[in-house]
Structure formats: structure tokens, C-alpha cells
């Protein structure tokens, strides 16, 4: 098949049910996610020079620089505050979510 309109021409129609299609496209993008968390694990764990588990700001840097030497060091300063930001946004939404008996999936 090279293109959507070829979709029957050169196979046999064949029909998935929605839910399969989820459940098999859902296991992929598991285990996408999984390698993607590993790579960010390495990716943290190589820069977080002091080993303490935290990044600071100098090591932060360096790791953007490596990763995207076009980063400037106020976009990096507000990338950094926002990682801060983040947590405190995150608790702050899981807690309203409870506050309103909302469940995330």
C-alpha cells in the first residue's frame, strides 16, 4: 500500500474492530513511552553532574546546550523556572480534580 487510495487494491479488504485497534495502537504507545522515559532517565542521570538527583541550573544548561545548542541562557532560565512551575501546577490540578470527585485515568 503506498497511499490511500491503493487501500484494497493491491490486499484483501481486512477490518479491525475499534477496540483491537486501541488496545494494539495503546501497546504500542506503551511501550514508545516506556523507551522514551528510559532515554529521559539517562539523559537526567548523565547531566545531574552532583549526582544528588535534582538538576541545577548550570547543569540544566549544559544538558539543553547538548541537546539543542540554540537555546539561549533567558529562554534556558525560563525553561528551568517552568520546570519548577510545573510541579506545583500539577499538584495544584490533581488537587482541585479531588476537590470535584474527578478520577484521571
Not at 541545577?56 to 544548561?61: L, N, T, V
Not at 537555546?71 to 510541579?87: H, I, K, Q
Request: glycine share 8%; aromatic share 10%.
Amino acid at each position: 500500500v503506498h497511499s490511500m487510495s491503493d487501500v484494497g487494491r493491491e490486499t484483501r479488504y481486512a477490518w479491525i474492530p475499534e477496540d483491537d485497534f486501541v488496545e494494539i495502537v495503546g501497546r504500542a504507545w506503551n511501550l514508545y513511552m516506556r523507551k522514551v522515559q528510559e532515554c529521559l532517565q539517562a539523559l537526567f542521570e548523565a547531566f545531574d553532574v552532583s549526582g544528588d538527583g535534582f538538576l541545577q541550573m548550570g547543569e540544566f544548561q549544559l544538558l539543553l546546550a547538548a541537546v539543542d545548542p540554540t537555546v539561549n541562557r533567558s529562554r534556558a532560565a525560563e525553561m528551568f523556572e517552568g520546570a519548577g512551575n510545573y510541579d506545583a501546577a500539577a499538584k495544584s490540578v490533581s488537587a482541585l480534580s479531588l476537590e470535584h470527585g474527578s478520577t484521571s485515568k
